[in-house]
């Protein structure tokens, strides 16, 4: 009850409002007669009776609300139960959460419907970077692609990807990451795709003001803290 008082808080902070239930039957049974659908579903996977996971399983085998975004919570943080989450294509997170965690898990969720995974680009000509950076975005969730300089990065774009965030490297051979986020600027149809920059630029903080980007990582820098700040920023562009 603490935690469903303090997830009901923190969509109040939001302007959103929530509809409890202490068990999956009930929940299940309001989804059926209900007219209305909720934006997101938050979900503890320790639920009396039916268990959390076997009532997400449910919801996504009915088509009516098979898209919605699931969050799944636990006290109990183990490996299985992010498997779990991974395979139900849902949010997962521990009990130990903070308001703001909840609030940007929560944003994401709802920015991505089950079946679509925000696109993150990145832009980096080191190709361990961006297989490491990859591996570690798919994982979380999201669909990365690469580009390993601006010209491979322009071609992306004019393919037709739009990116969530375009993660931006400023150092390059052929066109570099200053040069791109000028052309980016530029053109109408991309201008507003939000860049974050990840360099070993000395200057990197105020490069990215210069660029326009919402934010910086300076290399070398853990990638887990990278991937971070990219869920962030698409949770909050």
Not at 108 to 128: C, R
Not at 133 to 146: D, H, K, N, Y
Not at 160 to 174: F, R, S
Request: contains cysteine; proline residues 5%.
């Amino acid at each position: 009850l603490a935690t469903q008082r303090l997830m009901i808080k923190s969509l109040e902070q939001l302007d959103m409002t929530a509809q409890g239930f202490l068990d999956a039957e009930s929940a299940l049974a309001w989804l059926d007669k209900s007219d209305v659908l909720p934006d997101v579903m938050a979900i503890d996977l320790q639920l009396p009776r039916m268990s959390g996971q076997e009532m997400a399983r449910r919801v996504r085998e009915k088509r009516r609300l098979a898209r919605i975004p699931l969050i799944l919570t636990t006290a109990r943080a183990h490996l299985q139960d992010e498997e779990a989450a991974i395979e139900l294509d849902a949010a997962f997170l521990p009990k130990s959460f903070r308001v703001r965690d909840y609030q940007a898990t929560l944003q994401q969720a709802l920015a991505h419907p089950h079946g679509e995974k925000a696109v993150v680009l990145v832009v980096d000509d080191d190709p361990s970077i961006c297989d490491a950076l990859g591996l570690i975005l798919s994982e979380e969730g999201f669909a990365p692609v690469v580009a390993r300089d601006g010209n491979d990065a322009l071609r992306v774009l004019a393919a037709g990807t739009k990116p969530a965030l375009l993660v931006l490297d400023l150092m390059m051979p052929g066109m570099d990451g200053i040069e791109l986020a000028r052309r980016l600027r530029t053109d109408k149809t991309i201008a507003d795709v939000p860049l974050l920059v990840f360099s070993a630029n000395q200057q990197v903080a105020q490069v990215a003001r210069e660029v326009g980007a919402i934010g910086h990582v300076k290399k070398p820098a853990n990638l887990l803290e990278l991937v971070d700040k990219i869920a962030g920023a698409v949770a909050f562009p």
